[in-house]
């Protein structure tokens, strides 16, 4: 059946609708990693918006059992520009086309992506309206539609993907509180495979709730939307540094610099893909990093006491800080993959050598 993307500029996209039918409001951004599909359409870090992937051939190893960042998709809608109807994989459990159904997520094929993503880098992440089951659309009365809707930064998505109540994953190491902001399944993995005890508390946990866990450390997640949307997490954050070893990643991450006094701004098209250069200002080297975010942390408003220690090779913009005052640091990167390159896994290492310098439990 036909399905249509409709832009704010006016610019309508006709192709071919499989998932699930109906129509859906979203920001357009594009990523450009050539694997990790299951791992992107699962990602709380796309809530709020309508993914293009760049590689043209989507499917074709199918969707398993292992690679959930999440347990369902928060992403608005999905375009590819082929969709592989009969994936071939070991591991495969269904199709794409089965599992978008399955979970409500509308998706669009035979849509010129090359295009779609070049208008996006001219002119930015636009909004769009995606729209499937019909075979006419009313163009007025969508971009009506969508001149009334609020834009990404207008909506708190956390609320839509954090966790609902605190859980815990046993460990006979050192206890991580982890601040649930739309965390991914790798960045619990990757603390719970060096043995950690992780408990995951919801974003709204407050200062005084989390020092009652009695944590060794904490962990500041990934998350959609604009970190400015979150003022609750920023004042928590701000009571909570320096208190124990801390480690945050992505939104985490613009959290931990807005809570030390730092300013945000949003990106044209954002980072989003499996291959962004990133140099860690320490050692001059650059490592290729899976990246998912539409805002970045202002280095000029940083206080004294925070200095930057990664930027991004494309354009220069800030991609970590590292406190020198207290145990605290970040990347605006995605260390733990989930798809993408692990070069930068090491990071939870130095996350556990700060736990253990830092440990009050030592024997």
């Known amino acids: 059946m036909k399905g249509y993307l409709v832009l704010e500029d006016g610019s309508v996209w006709e192709g071919n609708a499989f998932g699930a039918a109906g129509k859906q409001i979203g920001e357009v951004v594009f990523n450009t990693s050539m694997t990790g599909y299951q791992e992107v359409l699962t990602d709380p870090s796309y809530c709020g918006q309508?993914?293009?992937?760049?590689?043209?051939?989507?499917?074709?190893?199918?969707?398993?059992?292992?690679?959930?960042?999440?347990?369902?998709?928060?992403l608005r809608g999905f375009i590819v520009?082929?969709?592989?109807?009969?994936p071939s994989n070991w591991r495969s459990r269904q199709c794409v086309n089965s599992y978008l159904e399955e979970q409500g997520v509308f998706a669009l094929a035979d849509i010129d992506t090359r295009a779609?993503?070049?208008?996006?880098?001219?002119?930015?992440?636009?909004?769009?309206?995606?729209v499937s089951g019909q075979e006419e659309i009313n163009v007025p009365a969508l971009l009506e539609e969508l001149a009334n809707s609020p834009s990404l930064t207008e909506q708190c998505l956390v609320e839509e993907v954090t966790a609902k109540e605190k859980f815990t994953l046993a460990g006979d190491g050192p206890r991580v509180v982890v601040m649930d902001f739309g965390a991914k399944q790798s960045i619990l993995s990757s603390l719970h495979e060096r043995g950690c005890?992780?408990?995951?508390?919801?974003?709204?946990?407050?200062?005084?709730?989390?020092?009652a866990l009695e944590p060794d450390a904490i962990m500041l997640s990934n998350g959609p939307g604009d970190p400015t949307a979150v003022p609750y997490a920023i004042e928590t954050v701000r009571q909570l540094i320096g208190y124990k070893p801390l480690f945050a990643i992505c939104l985490g991450h613009q959290i931990?610099?807005?809570?030390?006094?730092?300013?945000?701004?949003?990106?044209p098209f954002g980072h989003r893909g499996g291959n962004q250069p990133v140099k860690d200002l320490s050692t001059g080297r650059i490592y290729i990093t899976s990246q998912n975010h539409g805002y970045v942390i202002d280095g000029d408003t940083l206080p004294e006491h925070v200095e930057i220690s990664h930027i991004n090779m494309n354009d220069n913009s800030l991609e970590g800080i590292r406190f020198k005052n207290v145990p605290a640091f970040s990347v605006q990167y995605h260390p733990e993959a989930g798809p993408g390159p692990g070069d930068c896994n090491m990071l939870f290492d130095q996350f556990m050598e700060l736990i253990e310098e830092h440990s009050e439990r030592k024997a």
Request: charged content about 25%.
């Open 50 to 74: 309508i993914v293009v992937m760049t590689y043209p051939l989507i499917g074709n190893y199918g969707i398993n059992d292992d690679d959930f960042q999440s347990a369902k998709p928060a």
């Open 116 to 130: 779609l993503t070049r208008k996006i880098r001219s002119h930015g992440a636009l909004k769009g309206i995606m």
């Open 256 to 267: 931990l610099a807005l809570a030390s006094g730092a300013k945000s701004y949003k990106l």
């Open 81 to 86: 520009k082929e969709w592989a109807q009969e």
């Open 197 to 211: 005890e992780v408990v995951v508390v919801p974003a709204t946990a407050t200062a005084e709730e989390i020092k």
